[in-house]
């Protein structure tokens, strides 16, 4: 590992997030991705939410064995804990799950049932928010698979920026891509997906705060439906 790396303070590292985040907005994913790689070395993750394992791919391409951070709330399908175990069978990443502090029925007792129904963003934040902070703590960056078409509050995503509240570097390599240019990564490389994509539904988070979408209708309408919410506040 890169001493250097080490000794890097928040700021230096801020500064080197808005510069290649300038110098990298035309750079393909993997290219970005073999920058973060050189950069960060073993300290570079990969986050999935097994929706598909489209970055981890490209990753994998840029840094063999790279970490692929996976966020295990207890309320996932068994498509998407499928899909992780797939990825982790057939490609050439280190898979780490992390889980909440919590049980969901150790959650249950502390804060009643289904606390997903009355107070979502809570939820997320016991489930997802709290979890990454701690399962990012020893990294400098962090990938993600955020893209600008798929929403209003993801339509400014650097391909790289700061992370002020984690203090860290992130990534969005396919910031700039369009659902047909996945689709066509996923055609030519083999690359696995969740099963559900196949089953009506267009993004896909915890069982309890996802639906199908209806033709027309946008990709994230399936995510907490009938809610204000749009974001489980990773992203924010």
């Not at 230096?12 to 991705?33: C, K, V, Y």
């Not at 498509?79 to 797939?86: K, L, S, V």
């Not at 798929?150 to 659902?179: F, H, L, M, Y």
Request: hydrophobic share 35%; glycine share 6%.
């Amino acid at each position: 590992m890169n001493t250097a790396q080490e000794e890097r303070t928040s700021d230096e590292l801020r500064t080197l997030a808005e510069r290649a985040g300038h110098e990298l907005e035309d750079a393909s994913a993997l290219d970005i991705l073999r920058w973060a790689a050189d950069t960060f070395g073993r300290r570079f993750c990969v986050t999935s939410s097994m929706e598909d394992a489209v970055v981890a791919h490209l990753a994998s391409r840029a840094m063999k064995g790279v970490d692929v951070v996976f966020l295990d709330t207890g309320y996932h399908f068994p498509e998407t804990i499928g899909t992780r175990d797939a990825v982790e069978a057939v490609m050439d990443v280190n898979v780490i799950t992390l889980t909440p502090r919590r049980s969901v029925a150790e959650q249950d007792a502390e804060y009643g049932p289904k606390l997903h129904d009355r107070d979502p963003d809570l939820c997320c934040r016991l489930r997802k928010v709290l979890p990454l902070e701690e399962g990012l703590r020893d990294y400098l960056a962090w990938a993600t698979g955020l893209r600008r078409d798929e929403s209003p509050t993801r339509a400014n995503t650097p391909v790289v920026g700061w992370d002020e509240r984690r203090q860290k570097v992130k990534i969005a390599p396919i910031a700039r891509w369009s659902q047909d240019d996945v689709d066509a990564y996923i055609a030519e490389h083999g690359v696995l997906t969740n099963p559900l994509l196949m089953d009506g539904y267009a993004s896909i988070g915890c069982a309890p705060c996802t639906r199908r979408v209806s033709a027309g209708e946008d990709a994230r309408a399936g995510r907490w439906a009938g809610r204000a919410k749009t974001e489980c506040g990773l992203h924010e």
